[in-house]
């Protein structure tokens, strides 16, 4: 599986695309190949996503080393893209996002915000309360879970 990934993402890479994740798993009795994809700024289109697609079929069918059927997934990471390492975050600044904290801060366990600036590993965050603007700062190592986040 290894060597399937790095052929899946180098073929990604001519096309400035990124892997975000391969996984083979059973589903309802069926066999699944995952391919999750992303460009450098989050962003995915259809076109893109259904080109990419047929280029990893046509690699699978060159080097298919499974030997049950399955199906073939390449999706995109989503909108509201799970956000890990902290170079994540730093490829978030100025978008809106969701975090949940370890401990409590200013008495709140999760906040949505648009993330502001990040400094030494820690975070500024604006977000509304009620009808205040307000900013908050948080330490990186406080983040329990972390997502881009629709504003509505």
């Not at 962003?43 to 399955?70: A, G, R």
């Not at 370890?102 to 309360?129: C, D, M």
Request: hydrophobic share 35%; aromatic share 10%.
């Amino acid at each position: 599986m290894q060597e399937l990934e790095e052929k899946i993402r180098n073929l990604l890479l001519k096309e400035e695309i990124l892997l975000h994740s391969l996984k083979y798993f059973k589903r309802d009795g069926q066999y699944i190949l995952e391919v999750l994809i992303e460009r450098e700024d989050f962003s995915m289109d259809l076109d893109t996503l259904s080109e990419v697609s047929h280029k990893i079929s046509d690699l699978l069918d060159e080097n298919d080393e499974f030997k049950e059927p399955y199906y073939l997934e390449v999706s995109s990471t989503g909108a509201e893209r799970e956000l890990v390492t902290l170079n994540d975050y730093q490829k978030v600044i100025g978008k809106y996002i969701h975090l949940e904290f370890k401990e409590k801060v200013n008495n709140l366990e999760a906040i949505n915000g648009e993330l502001i600036k990040i400094e030494n590993e820690v975070f500024e965050i604006t977000f509304r309360n009620k009808t205040r603007k307000e900013k908050l700062v948080i330490d990186y190592k406080n983040i329990k879970k972390g997502n881009l986040a629709i504003k509505f």
